[in-house]
């Protein structure tokens, strides 16, 4: 079975720190990883990805590390704010498959 | 350019009855996929239609249904209710569907009493 582990389920961080969103997959055909941002009563929105011809993606404050040896890609959020607090699901697909998500990790940033 | 619109956002129902969900895609968009929400399962997949055309299935029961207009908007049927229904359901859309940027709507909130 397809599958996507996301860790940890829960993160606390203070205002201006590091914020690191982990993500395991099994199955090697998987050749696209997007990380979605989901605010309480609105739809997931993409917030960056990457495939696995490159190791790192950086847009703004978010960086995707991918590992493709390990199977592993994460989220890194750089002076993380208040703002960014919501639940960030990972997600992987191949060809014309639907999209195969974490089970979502709810951030928390303290000001 | 209008984002994705669900329909109704809110609903309630009673166990046995049968629900219809309605999405209007991005235009030009003409894959349109649904997802199941839930604390305990997270986001899974439901089905992807595409140019009218189921083209992807998920694990679902029968009672799960699902269709696609020629103008792209897509409903969702769900029959014989159960409370384990009791979800919010994601529309999602994108050009192809092949690995590009899939666009969410804000989803309608099921609950089956």
């Given at each position: 079975q397809q599958q996507v582990k996301q860790s940890p389920q829960s993160l606390i961080v203070q205002k201006g720190g590091i914020s690191i969103i982990n993500c395991a997959y099994?199955?090697?055909?998987?050749?696209y990883f997007p990380w979605y941002q989901q605010f309480p009563g609105k739809g997931p929105a993409l917030l960056i990805a990457i495939r696995p011809d490159v190791s790192e993606k950086k847009e703004g404050r978010f960086t995707i590390s991918f590992n493709k040896s390990a199977k592993q890609f994460s989220l890194h959020i750089m002076d993380?704010?208040?703002?960014?607090s919501a639940t960030y699901f990972c997600a992987a697909s191949t060809g014309y498959s639907t999209l195969t998500f974490g089970k979502g990790t709810m951030l928390l940033v303290s000001p | 350019k209008a984002g994705v619109t669900q329909t109704p956002r809110y609903l309630i129902k009673t166990r046995g009855q049968q629900v219809t969900l309605s999405c209007s895609p991005i235009s030009g968009h003409r894959s349109v996929s649904w997802y199941q929400q839930t604390p305990g399962q997270g986001l899974q997949f439901l089905f992807e239609y595409f140019s009218e055309t189921q083209r992807n299935k998920g694990?679902?029961?029968?009672r799960f249904s699902g269709r696609q207009f020629s103008n792209s908007r897509s409903e969702m049927n769900v029959s014989t209710?159960?409370?384990?229904?009791?979800a919010l359901y994601l529309c999602a859309s994108s050009?192809?569907?092949?690995n590009t940027e899939a666009f969410f709507g804000q989803g309608t909130r099921l609950t089956v009493v």
């Open positions: 099994e199955n090697t055909a998987f050749d993380s704010q208040p703002g960014d | 694990n679902f029961p029968g209710l159960e409370l384990g229904d009791s050009n192809t569907g092949l």
